[in-house]
C-alpha cells in the first residue's frame, strides 16, 4: 500500500491510483492544489501495485532509450505559426504530423475556467489548444486511463508531459500496449502551485471586473526571451504583467519532488524531448526573439517520429544545449515553508504582496534597479 508520508517522495503522476482496480486510491490536493495518493484501507486488498507502478526514483526505467540522445534545433518556416508556439515550434510540428498520419495527441490545456489539464487532440482544431507553456502542473486525473483505452482500441498515441509524467504513463502500461505509444517529455523548471494560479486568477477577474477570456503565460509580442504574461478581458480590455516571481520561477510555490528530481539530466524516459533551446550564439541568425526549439531524439521510436515529421532541423552538440534544467533540480526557495504557512493562514493577497510583485516591497526594489541602470549607462556614456 502506497503511504506518501514526505512530499519530496511523490510527483503526482497519478500512476498509482489509476493501476488500483479497486479503486482504493484517490488523488487529492494539497493547499497549493498539488495532488498526492490516498489510501482508502478499507477498499485496498494489499496487491502491491501501486508501489511497484511509481517511477519516482533514481533508478526509473529508461525502455531501452539510447544512452545518450542526439541534439537538434528546429524552427518553423511559417511565421503566423512561429508566433503562435512558445519557442520554435517543435511540439506542434511533430504532434499535427502525426494527428495527419491517424493518432492522437494527449498535453496540457486550459479547461473554460484556466485550470490546466491533460486533454486529447485528434485533429489539427484542437491539437491548438496544447500548444504554448502552461507554467503550473497539469491535473492527470484520467488520463493515463483513456491513453490505455485508445491503445487498446489500436489508436496510436503520442503523450506529451514532464518527465515524471510520461515515466508514470509507461510504467502504468502493460508492455502489450507500449507498441503504439509514442512520448514526448519537457525540459521542466519544476511545475508551481495550480491553487495559486487559480486565486491569482480571481484576483486579477475581481480587480478588473471582468472575466478572463484569454491567457498566455508567456505573451512572444514581448520576445521570446521577455518575460511577460497577458491577460485579455471580456470586456475587451488587455493586460500584461511582468510573470509573477511568486507563480513561477522563484521556487516559492513549487512543488517539493521537483527539487529532488530524477529526470534532470541526459538519461531521458520520452522518444522525444523538447524545449527552449538557450544556446544560442550572439551572432546567429535565430538570434532574433522569434524563438527557437531543442529537439532530443532518444529512442529509435523518436527516430522515427522525427523522421514522419520531415523536419528541417540542424544537428547540434550536447554542448551546444546543456541548460540548468539538463544538469541538476530546481531550487525551493528558502522561504518556501514560510510562503505555504502563509498562504494557508493568511491567504493569496498577502503572500503575492509579501513574496511577490503586488507588494510595495517589490515596485520600491523596482524602480531601484531601473534607477541604477539608468544611471549606469548615463555613466557609460
Known amino acids: 500500500m502506497i503511504l506518501i508520508d514526505n512530499k519530496y517522495n511523490c510527483c503526482g503522476c497519478t500512476a498509482c491510483a489509476s493501476i488500483c482496480s479497486h479503486m482504493a486510491i484517490k488523488m487529492n490536493p494539497d493547499s497549493l492544489g498539488f495532488l498526492y495518493p490516498q489510501v482508502n484501507s478499507e477498499l485496498c486488498v494489499g496487491c502491491g501495485l501501486c508501489d511497484k507502478v511509481c517511477q519516482f526514483y533514481e533508478g526509473y526505467k529508461r525502455y531501452n532509450n539510447y544512452e545518450t540522445p542526439m541534439a537538434y534545433q528546429f524552427r518553423l518556416s511559417h511565421d503566423e505559426q512561429l508566433k503562435r508556439s512558445q519557442s520554435g515550434g517543435a511540439f506542434f510540428a511533430i504532434a499535427d504530423k502525426f494527428i495527419a498520419n491517424g493518432g492522437v495527441v494527449y498535453g496540457a490545456a486550459f479547461t473554460k475556467n484556466w485550470r490546466v489539464t491533460h486533454q486529447k487532440a485528434n485533429s489539427s482544431h484542437t491539437l491548438s489548444a496544447l500548444r504554448m507553456s502552461k507554467y503550473v502542473q497539469s491535473d492527470l486525473r484520467g488520463s493515463f486511463t483513456q491513453v490505455k483505452e485508445d491503445l487498446r482500441k489500436g489508436t496510436k498515441v503520442l ?223
Open 159 to 381: 503523450f506529451s508531459g514532464t518527465a515524471c509524467q510520461v515515466a508514470g504513463l509507461k510504467s502504468y502500461l502493460p508492455n502489450c500496449l507500449h507498441d503504439n505509444l509514442f512520448c514526448i517529455d519537457i525540459i521542466c523548471h519544476g511545475v508551481p502551485s495550480p491553487q495559486i494560479w487559480e486565486d491569482y486568477l480571481a484576483y486579477l477577474q475581481k480587480l478588473r471586473n471582468s472575466k478572463i477570456v484569454k491567457a498566455c503565460f508567456r505573451d512572444k509580442r514581448f520576445g521570446w526571451h521577455g518575460a511577460r504574461e497577458s491577460f485579455l478581458f471580456e470586456n475587451g480590455k488587455e493586460e500584461f504583467r511582468r510573470t509573477s516571481n511568486y507563480l513561477y520561477f522563484s521556487g516559492f510555490s513549487m512543488r517539493e519532488s521537483c527539487s529532488v528530481c530524477y529526470y534532470t539530466n541526459f538519461k531521458r524516459v520520452g522518444d522525444i524531448t523538447v524545449g527552449d533551446q538557450w544556446g544560442i550564439p550572439k551572432d546567429s541568425t535565430y538570434e532574433d526573439g522569434k524563438g527557437l526549439s531543442l529537439i532530443l531524439i532518444n529512442s529509435e521510436k523518436g527516430k522515427y517520429l522525427f523522421e514522419c515529421a520531415k523536419l528541417k532541423a540542424e544537428s547540434i552538440t550536447l554542448q551546444d544545449c546543456i541548460q540548468p534544467q539538463l544538469e541538476q533540480p530546481s531550487t525551493l526557495h528558502s522561504a518556501h515553508l514560510r510562503f505555504v504557512r502563509d498562504y494557508e493562514t493568511k491567504g493569496f493577497l498577502y503572500v503575492a504582496k509579501k513574496y511577490g510583485n503586488l507588494g510595495w516591497r517589490y515596485k520600491m526594489v523596482y524602480v531601484i534597479r531601473a534607477l541604477t541602470d539608468l544611471l549606469r549607462k548615463i555613466v557609460q556614456r
